[in-house]
């Protein structure tokens, strides 16, 4: 499954391995992840697309304002 912006992804590996992010920005070998409690909007995490697992899940990120409503979109997965 091809990774874009606004998917909401789960960490395979590094410090972060179970969680779940939402790709902020990406390219054709990073994305930068954030989830709005360990890592902030303003400062998202570089992180290889092979540590990454896609869900089928998208959220349109010029819904999301700030660290607050990013961490309420990804509740249902962090539960």
């Known amino acids: ?3 874009e912006n606004g998917d909401i992804v789960w960490s395979k590996a590094g ?3 179970g969680g ?3 790709v902020i920005k990406s390219d054709e ?3 930068w ?3 709005g409690r360990s890592r902030k909007l303003e400062a998202p995490k570089k992180k290889n697309r092979i540590h990454l697992s896609a869900t089928n899940k ?3 990120l010029r819904t999301i304002k700030n ?3 990013l961490r309420k979109a990804l509740s249902d997965f962090n539960s």
Do not use: L
């Open 33 to 35: 992840i954030s989830n």
């Open 1 to 3: 499954m091809i990774i």
């Open 29 to 31: 070998r990073f994305c």
């Open 67 to 69: 660290n607050c409503h």
């Open 58 to 60: 998208k959220i349109d």
């Open 15 to 17: 410090h972060d391995k």
């Open 20 to 22: 779940f992010f939402v």
